[in-house]
């Protein structure tokens, strides 16, 4: 079996930014970075004594150390966004995640990235297309939707997954 590779601090901090988070994966990724790399920056181990709430901030320094125009609603952020949504998407078609896990996901990518500036003319929003109607699919979704309840969902993220690579393929060369 083929493991995945190492998540970037950049996939990470993405993460952190529009899922749940929990302090052991966290950590065991600084762990993995540093067994895998000979250039670690210092906060990478800071990673190791952090409290909790100073992850996410450690993240964004060494991201903006790598690449100073990364922020959350930069279009890299959105490319990371989109990525991690198709491996939720794909996650939740196969039954290990629920539907409140991907919609809570889908509601906080469209609200982190509406009105992103991507030079519009100022009477335009932007609006993440690449969402489809995914939002409106989550509508009224509480602990009470099951994979099997919520077949509208599962109908709605398989048709909008071609979108969501499509649009990840035509931003990612322009990057």
Known sequence: MLSN???SHQEILVQCWYDKTDIESITQWADTFVKNNDHIPEEVFEIF?????????????????AE?????????????AAKYLINLIKRYLNDEITPLDICRVINNIDYG??????????NVAYYPCWLGNLYSSCDWCDETW???NAPHLKQDLENQLPHISEWINSNSQSN
């Not at 990235?113 to 100022?122: D, G, I, T």
């Open 5 to 7: 590779p190492i998540k």
């Open 68 to 80: 100073p125009d990364f922020s959350p609603q930069s279009l890299s952020a959105e490319i990371l």
């Open 146 to 148: 099951t994979n099997s």
């Open 49 to 65: 004594y952090a409290p909790k709430h100073h992850f996410e901030d450690i993240l964004f320094r060494l991201t903006v150390a």
């Open 113 to 122: 990235f509406m009105n992103a500036p991507r030079h519009l003319p100022n």
